[in-house]
């Protein structure tokens, strides 16, 4: 089965860059989705297709992949940004979405 | 403005069946795709289940395949998860959530906030 892999935890201190990868094999010809989960909260979508924000996503976060991997970038990171976040591609050989394992982001 | 709002979690025993309900609202049910996905405490997210918009076509996760049926009925616009064989590694937060697209192969623009099942003797 397709396996989709992130890093644990992100750290980056306020009003920088922070990228989130997501790796997996020949994952850009995949369009790759990500959420955003803030503790006791269900999960929203952030970026869909690569690099498309739905309505009311800032333009601070932004997406792209390529190759085998996949990347969100959250730019002039705030302290709000502070939540796990996940990966997602569609595998059409299993016929069933997976989730990557997830990234702690954590503001300095 | 659209709303999933799932029920039905419940302490249940080992081997234990339930069955989980989703009520939707603010869309067009009968033309997305719809999905359950889990949440074990501290744990990342699991997919469990899809439903095509027209009921024809599901899929499941391995880890709950024969134990697990999902169905819909779109003239409640309603989704379920009927759970049987229950077993403690099933204890999670289960989430309703809204494919983008009809077949399930799309992106998920909406969640609803979960119900939770806990397995325990």
């Known amino acids: 089965s397709y396996v989709l892999t992130q890093p644990p935890s992100v750290s980056v201190a306020p009003r920088q860059t922070a990228r989130i990868t997501c790796g997996g094999y020949?994952?850009?010809?995949?369009?790759v989705h990500w959420y955003q989960q803030k503790p006791g909260q269900a999960p929203v979508l952030v970026v869909h297709d690569d690099y498309d924000r739905p309505s009311g996503i800032p333009e601070r976060f932004s997406g792209s992949n390529s190759g085998n991997t996949a990347t969100l970038t959250i730019s002039r990171v705030e302290a709000g940004d502070e939540a796990d976040y996940y990966c997602?591609?569609?595998?059409?050989?299993?016929?069933?979405?997976?989730f990557g394992g997830g990234t702690k982001l954590t503001v300095l | 403005e659209v709303q999933l709002v799932e029920s039905g979690g419940v302490v249940v025993q080992p081997g234990g069946s339930l069955r989980l309900s989703c009520a939707a609202s603010?869309?067009?049910?009968?033309?997305?795709?719809m999905h359950w996905v889990r949440q074990a405490p501290g744990k990342g997210l699991e997919w469990v289940s899809f439903i095509s918009l027209d009921g024809v076509r599901t899929n499941y996760a391995d880890s709950v395949k024969g134990r697990f049926t999902i169905s819909r009925d779109n003239s409640k616009k309603s989704l379920y998860l009927q759970i049987s064989s229950l077993r403690a590694e099933d204890s999670a937060l289960y989430y309703c959530t809204k494919d983008r697209g009809s077949r399930g192969s799309n992106y998920l623009d909406h969640w609803g906030q979960g119900t939770l099942v806990t397995v325990s003797s």
């Open positions: 020949i994952i850009g010809s995949k369009s």
């Open positions: 603010g869309f067009n049910f009968d033309e997305c795709a």
């Open positions: 997602h591609v569609w595998d059409p050989t299993s016929d069933q979405p997976v």
